[in-house]
């Protein structure tokens, strides 16, 4: 019973990724394309999540300040806890990657409120219920919208879109990747 239990988990994960590699491909390229522009102009990369989003975001920061697969030099990426964070540090011309797996995120809605203010980019990557996050979104910005609803799945796509992410900007920068 366990045994099948787990192997369903395996199953749900597959079937969702399989489901969303279409219509995640395009914002996600979006998403790159916006990271890229900003790092390529002097500016800085600063991830934020709510609850355990706020370990993704320290992920996605980690992985261009350190190394995604490929060595290069530190990317300008860092991980904020919230709005005065946003407010203190962030300039215009700097995005905002903002994660989040559930609609109800008060605090990343004020970090998304002061990064516009301070006339950054968003990325957001949310569930299919991304609240009034997903109201707060100029046309200029980046909605990743994840269409499921269990915490689990959606981390686990998240994490997919990150790594997505990093790929993309260590291509740009970088060229392909010699096969091994």
Do not use: N
Not at 30 to 52: E, N, R, S, V, Y
Not at 123 to 144: K, M, P, Q
Not at 164 to 179: H, R, S, T, Y
């Amino acid at each position: 019973m366990l045994e099948q239990r787990i192997q369903q988990q395996f199953f749900d994960a597959a079937d969702l990724l399989s489901q969303t590699a279409e219509a995640l491909s395009k914002p996600i390229a979006d998403a790159a394309h916006a990271l890229l522009g900003c790092i390529t102009a002097g500016g800085k990369l600063m991830w934020c999540g709510q609850g355990p989003a706020r370990y993704l975001a320290q992920h996605g920061a980690g992985l261009l300040v350190g190394r995604f697969e490929r060595e290069r030099p530190g990317l300008p990426a860092l991980a904020v806890a919230g709005a005065s964070e946003v407010l203190a540090l962030g300039s215009p011309g700097d995005v905002l990657v903002a994660i989040c797996l559930d609609g109800a995120a008060a605090d990343l809605d004020a970090a998304v409120a002061a990064a516009q203010r301070r006339e950054m980019t968003i990325v957001a990557l949310t569930g299919r219920d991304a609240g009034s996050l997903a109201e707060r979104l100029s046309e200029t910005d980046v909605h990743i919208a994840v269409p499921h609803e269990r915490a689990a799945r959606l981390q686990e796509v998240h994490t997919l879109v990150l790594h997505c992410l990093c790929d993309a900007v260590d291509l740009q920068l970088l060229g392909e990747q010699e096969p091994i």
